[in-house]
């Protein structure tokens, strides 16, 4: 049986830790909103709906990632490209976030040219290394070999190349 490839240990590990962030955050502004909605809710009972209706598809959502982490436990096929798919959202999160202008007062501006370009360089860096890491975790050959299930082979040694 395929031991589990560091890129898999990796994603999930960082499929999961996001979630729980997420979770989080989830819990925590459902406690801060939810009396102000029911409130609201007394005159118009389309606020009461609309809210259960975003609180239902963002549990949705905790539950997929949940459900991917054990996925990616278990061997499954499915576990691969739904951690793929994880990642890939990740990276669009972070993306958006980065490309969204920043109305913190807590940012500190670039003072020159130099300084944008050095941190483009490394924002490129970045993208290119989590590509190569998205890639690693879903199409290289111990984790295709890992995501085989318990039926997968090791692959046979030809002889004289020990």
Known sequence: MARKPISVWIGQILIAVVGLIFAGFVVYFSVLQWP???R???NNQTILLTAGAE???KLAAIAFVAWTVV???RRSPLGRWFGL???ALLLAGS???NLRPSSSPLALPY???AQRLGASVGQL???VAYLIFMMRFGFSRASKLYFAGVNAQEPAVEAGTR
């Open 111 to 113: 003072d020159n040219d």
């Open 85 to 87: 798919l994880c990642l």
């Open 71 to 73: 996925l990616i436990s």
């Open 95 to 97: 993306a958006y976030e």
């Open 36 to 38: 102000a909605i029911i």
């Open 125 to 127: 860096i970045v993208i």
């Open 40 to 42: 609201a809710a007394a």
């Open 55 to 57: 609180l239902v598809a």
